[in-house]
C-alpha cells in the first residue's frame, strides 16, 4: 500500500494549478480509452455479432441475443460502481483508476481473439458474455471515480463544473476514435471486414492502454483524499455509511441519469442494426453520422459544464434532460420508414 500512499498534500498555488491540469488530462485521456473500449464493443455488437456468434439463430433473434450480451456490461456497471467506489475511498483514486484502466482495457483486447461460432460454437458467445461483464465493471469504477478525481482538484465551486465535465469530455472523445477506427477498417477491409477487419479495433486499445497507464501513474492522489487520509478519517465500510446516510440521493441520482443514458445508447448503438437492416442504409454512412454526432459534442459538454457554473447544477441538468426528450422526437421521425431520411436518402447510398 506505501505504493499508493499521497506524495504531498500542500501545494503552492503554481504546483497545484500544474496537479490541477495533470488530474484533468489524466481523467480525460482515462475515460477517453475507456468509453473507447465499451463503444467499440457496441458498435461492433450491431455489425457482426449476431452473424460470427448466432448464425443457427433467425436473424432477428440472433440481433436480440448479440444485444443480450451487450446489455451485460449494463448489468455489470452498478456492480463496478460499488467495488471501485469502496476502494477509492479506502485507498485512494488514483490506484482504483490504474486498475479500472487495466481492467477494461485488457477485456477489450482479449476480445479480438475469441474465436466465433463456427470454431468454438456456442462458447464463443458465452466468452463474449464474460469479458463484457468485466468491461462494464471497469466502466463501472472508471467514469465516477475520473469525474471524482476531476472535481476533487477543483479549490472553489465557481469552477467546479467545468472542471469536471472534462472526464464526460471523454465519452464523445471515445466514441469518435471508435466510430472512427471501425470505418478506417470497413474502407480498408471491406468484405473482409466481418472476417477479420472488426478485430483490428479491439487489438489497438491496448497502445491505448498503455498511454492511458503512463499518464495515470504520474499524477498525484486528490487534495481532499490526502486530507482524510493524513487526518485517519478513513471510513471502514464507506460505501455501506454512503447508502444509510443518503439513500435518498443515490436512487434520484440514479434515475435522473435515465433521460440521457437511455437515448444515447439507441442513438449510438442501436441505429447501426437497425438503420442497416431496416432503412438500407450503408454501414459507413451510419459511422459517419455518429462520428459527426460525437464532434458536436466536443464542444458542448465544457460549454454546459461552464454555464453550469454559472446557472447552477440543477437548473441546467433539468435544461438537458428537457432537450433530450424533445430531440427524441425528432430523431425518430428523420429515421422513420418512409421519411426523407429513412428512405430515399438512406436508400440511395445502400
Not at 498555488?13 to 480525460?28: G, H, M, P
Not at 451485460?72 to 490506484?95: Q, S
Not at 492511458?212 to 498525484?220: P, T
Not at 448503438?269 to 438503420?275: E, S
Request: a positive charge; proline letters at 4%.
Amino acid at each position: 500500500m506505501a505504493a499508493i500512499q499521497p506524495r504531498a498534500t500542500a501545494l503552492s498555488d503554481e504546483d497545484y494549478r500544474r496537479q490541477l491540469r495533470r488530474a484533468v488530462i489524466a481523467s480525460t485521456v482515462g475515460t477517453t480509452i475507456e468509453w473507447y473500449d465499451f463503444f467499440l464493443y457496441s458498435t461492433v455488437t450491431g455489425l457482426v455479432f449476431a452473424k460470427l456468434y448466432f448464425p443457427e439463430s433467425d436473424p432477428l433473434v440472433g440481433i436480440l441475443q448479440a444485444f443480450l450480451i451487450y446489455a451485460v456490461g449494463f448489468v455489470a456497471r452498478p456492480v463496478g460502481a460499488a467495488i471501485f467506489g469502496h476502494y477509492g475511498d479506502r485507498i485512494g483514486r488514483k490506484a482504483t483508476l490504474i486498475v479500472t484502466l487495466l481492467l477494461m482495457g485488457l477485456a477489450t483486447f482479449a476480445v479480438a481473439f475469441v474465436p466465433t461460432y463456427a470454431t468454438i460454437g456456442i462458447w464463443g458467445a458465452v466468452v463474449l458474455t464474460v469479458l463484457r461483464f468485466i468491461q462494464g465493471v471497469g466502466v463501472g469504477g472508471e467514469w465516477g471515480g475520473s469525474v471524482l478525481m476531476s472535481m476533487e482538484w477543483a479549490r472553489t465551486n465557481s469552477h467546479r463544473g467545468f472542471v469536471a465535465s472534462w472526464p464526460q469530455f471523454g465519452v464523445p472523445a471515445g466514441l469518435f476514435i471508435a466510430n472512427l477506427v471501425v470505418l478506417a477498417m470497413s474502407k480498408i477491409s471491406g468484405s473482409a471486414f466481418i472476417t477479420w477487419g472488426w478485430r483490428v479495433p479491439f487489438l489497438l486499445s491496448i497502445v491505448l492502454v498503455a498511454i492511458g497507464l503512463y499518464i495515470r501513474l504520474n499524477i498525484l492522489e486528490t487534495p481532499i483524499f490526502a486530507k482524510l487520509l493524513a487526518e485517519q478519517k478513513i471510513e471502514k465500510t464507506p460505501m455501506l455509511e454512503v447508502i444509510r446516510r443518503q439513500p435518498k440521493d443515490i436512487l434520484l441520482s440514479a434515475f435522473v441519469r435515465m433521460a440521457e443514458q437511455a437515448p444515447f445508447y439507441i442513438f449510438t448503438a442501436f441505429v447501426f442494426t437497425y438503420g442497416v437492416r431496416t432503412l438500407g442504409a450503408t454501414r459507413d454512412l451510419l459511422l459517419t453520422a455518429v462520428l459527426a454526432a460525437s464532434v458536436l459534442e466536443f464542444f458542448t459538454i465544457p460549454l454546459f459544464g461552464h454555464v453550469s457554473d454559472l446557472i447552477g447544477r440543477r437548473r441546467m441538468y433539468m435544461t438537458g434532460a428537457a432537450l433530450a426528450g424533445l430531440f427524441g422526437f425528432l430523431f425518430f421521425a428523420m429515421v422513420a420508414p418512409g421519411s426523407p431520411s429513412g428512405s430515399s436518402e438512406l436508400s440511395c447510398c445502400h
